[in-house]
C-alpha cells in the first residue's frame, strides 16, 4: 500500500528533498531577477527562455524523483536535473558576450548551483539501488544489473487484465 510505504520513508531522505528543494526555489529566484534585469535583444530573448526552462525542468525533476520512486525513475530525472543546473551554469558566457552589466547576478547563480551540486551528491546517494525496475536501455540499472541479464520478474506467473474495451492492447 503506498501510504504505508510514504509512512515507512526516512526522514534523512525527505531532509535532503526538501533542501535540494529549497535550493531549487532559491535557483528559480536569482533567473526570475535576471530575467527582469536582461535588457531585451533577439539574441538574449531565445537565452532568457532557455533559463527558465531550465529552473523550472530541475524543479519539477526533483518534486518527480521525490518519495518512494523507482530507482531508475529517480536516475533519470536526476540525469535532466544535473542537465538543466549544467546549461544555467553555463549560460553566463553568452551574456557575457553582449556586455550586460549585471554579471555578478551569474555570479550568484552559480555559487548557489555549487552549494545545489553538494546537496544533490547527497541525494543521489541516498537511492534506494534495489527498488528498481530492469531498464532494458541499460541507463538507469543498479550497479551489477545489465539490461541483458535475465529479469527475475519473467518467471512470475501474471497474466494482465483485459482492458475495459476486451480488445488486446
Known amino acids: 500500500m503506498i501510504d504505508d510505504e510514504e509512512d515507512n520513508y526516512p526522514q534523512h531522505k525527505i531532509d535532503l528533498e526538501k533542501r535540494l528543494a529549497d535550493k531549487g526555489k532559491e535557483l528559480f529566484k536569482i533567473v526570475h531577477t535576471l530575467q527582469e534585469d536582461l535588457p531585451e ?15 523550472l525542468i ?36 553568452s551574456f557575457a558576450l553582449e556586455d550586460y552589466t549585471g554579471m555578478h547576478y551569474f555570479d550568484m547563480l552559480r555559487d548557489v548551483i ?7 551528491i547527497d541525494w543521489v546517494d541516498s537511492f534506494d539501488k534495489w527498488e528498481y525496475v530492469k531498464d532494458d536501455w541499460n541507463l538507469f540499472n543498479p550497479p551489477g544489473v545489465h539490461a541483458r ?5 519473467e518467471d512470475l506467473p501474471f497474466t494482465n487484465p483485459p482492458n475495459p474495451d476486451g480488445d488486446e492492447d
Open 41 to 55: 535583444s533577439d539574441m538574449l530573448k531565445h537565452q532568457k527562455a532557455f533559463m527558465m526552462e531550465d529552473v
Open 149 to 153: 541479464d535475465k529479469d527475475p520478474d
Open 58 to 93: 530541475l524543479r519539477t525533476k526533483i518534486a518527480g524523483a521525490s518519495g518512494n520512486t523507482l530507482y531508475s525513475i529517480k536516475m533519470e530525472n536526476a540525469t535532466l536535473i544535473r542537465k538543466a543546473a549544467m546549461s544555467l551554469y553555463i549560460s553566463k558566457h
Open 114 to 120: 555549487d552549494e545545489f551540486r553538494e546537496i544533490f
